[in-house]
Structure formats: structure tokens, C-alpha cells
């Protein structure tokens, strides 16, 4: 059964830091190139990262987080992560995991990020 699993979301004051996890199963991990959503109520849910699958591992990032979050994978764990420091209001969103392979595409059901004092 095919599944993508996010934790890691919560509460977090401005400049604070979370760690997003995402762990797959059901697919073959490796081949798939894994990436971060968000969604803010009322907003279209944006790529905020994005790791390539295979023997590649690059990244891209949205503007809006580079030099402050880190995407990464661990293939023998099917899990992906976003390390996210340096966190800003703005950044406050539901998180979605994302699998993107050669014919398929999965969503994870999302994981909230909340950034207030």
C-alpha cells in the first residue's frame, strides 16, 4: 500500500527551526524525485523544495527559503526531509510531502507549521 507519511510540523517562534520528515513506502523511493508544498488558508499551494530522484540528488528552492531550509533524502529509509531554520511567520503553512515518478504521482495528507509569538 502506497503511502506518504509527514511529521515533524508544530508550533515554532520567529527565527526558530523545525524538521519535517516524510517516510514512503509502497514505491520504489529511490527512482522518485521527492519535493515540499505549502499551503496557506486562502493561497495556492507552492513548491517551497525539491531533490531529485536517482543517482542525482539536486535540489531547487523557492526563492522565499533559500539559504534558510534544506531538503534532503535518506534512500536507505525512504524518507525525505526539510530542515527549515531561520522560520518566519510567512512561513506559516500546511506542509504536503509530494513523490513524483515516472508515471505516478502521490501527495501526503500534510502536516501543519505554525510561526507566531
Known amino acids: 500500500q502506497l503511502q506518504l507519511v509527514e511529521s515533524g510540523g508544530g508550533w515554532v517562534q520567529p527565527g526558530g527551526s523545525l524538521r519535517l520528515s516524510c517516510a514512503a513506502s509502497?514505491?520504489?523511493?529511490?527512482?522518485?524525485?521527492m519535493s515540499w508544498y505549502r499551503q496557506a488558508p486562502g493561497e495556492e499551494r507552492d513548491l517551497v523544495a525539491r531533490?531529485?530522484?536517482?543517482?542525482?540528488?539536486?535540489?531547487q528552492y523557492a526563492d522565499s527559503v533559500k539559504g534558510r531550509f534544506t531538503i534532503s533524502r535518506d534512500n536507505a529509509k525512504n524518507t525525505v526531509f526539510l530542515q527549515m531554520n531561520s522560520l518566519k511567520p510567512e512561513d506559516t503553512a500546511v506542509y504536503y510531502c509530494?513523490?513524483?515518478?515516472?508515471?505516478?504521482?502521490?501527495w501526503g495528507q500534510g502536516t501543519q507549521v505554525t510561526v507566531s509569538s
Open positions: 509502497g514505491f520504489v523511493f529511490s527512482t522518485y524525485h
Open positions: 531533490i531529485s530522484g536517482g543517482a542525482g540528488g539536486r535540489t
Open positions: 509530494y513523490a513524483n515518478g515516472p508515471s505516478t504521482s502521490y
